[in-house]
């Protein structure tokens, strides 16, 4: 059986954080406490869980053996998705950055603090062109975009977003 990411965040829930009420593991886990009471329910009837009634009103939710495996395998599935798209991102700017430098830019701006820009900086990094010069400035950007300048003729009028530009290469969806 597939677990669902829902399904996942409660088992993460369940096995991290020790709350054996389904409010708790609704509250923490951004689910409404009646998707989570029927998630659970489905846990428990697939083997990934497994509920021990402490008292009359209270019941503590344990993860099985099959629910810890569930959880593993779900988790390196994500780590490897996280590292393919982030080397996938990094092959495409630098892409772009060198497209750019065919066309005669050798001065870039990253503008922006974000993720997509520490993986834009690591893209010039990587390259280790010494025609090929940047400058990191997060001040500028409030938002999530991140714009990467060039020059054209000496001035810094050029900018793409990048997220626009992912997005559109087919990285970012």
Known sequence: MEITE???AVIREISNNGISD??????????SLGMT???IKRLINTGYVKAKQLDKKKIHYLLTPQGFAEKAKK??????RTIGLFKTTKAKIKELI????????????IEGDSDLADIA???FRALARPDIHFLRRDDLN?????LLSFNTNQTYKTSIDLVSYL??????F
């Open 142 to 146: 409030a938002d999530s975009s991140v």
């Open 98 to 109: 060198l497209a750019e430098n065919k066309k005669g830019a050798d001065q870039f701006i």
């Open 75 to 80: 988790s390196y599935a994500f780590t490897r």
């Open 37 to 39: 009471n029927l998630i």
């Open 121 to 123: 900086e690591s893209a």
């Open 167 to 172: 997005s559109d290469s087919g990285v970012l």
């Open 6 to 8: 829902k399904e996942l």
């Open 22 to 31: 389904q409010r708790g593991i609704a509250l923490r886990s951004g689910i």
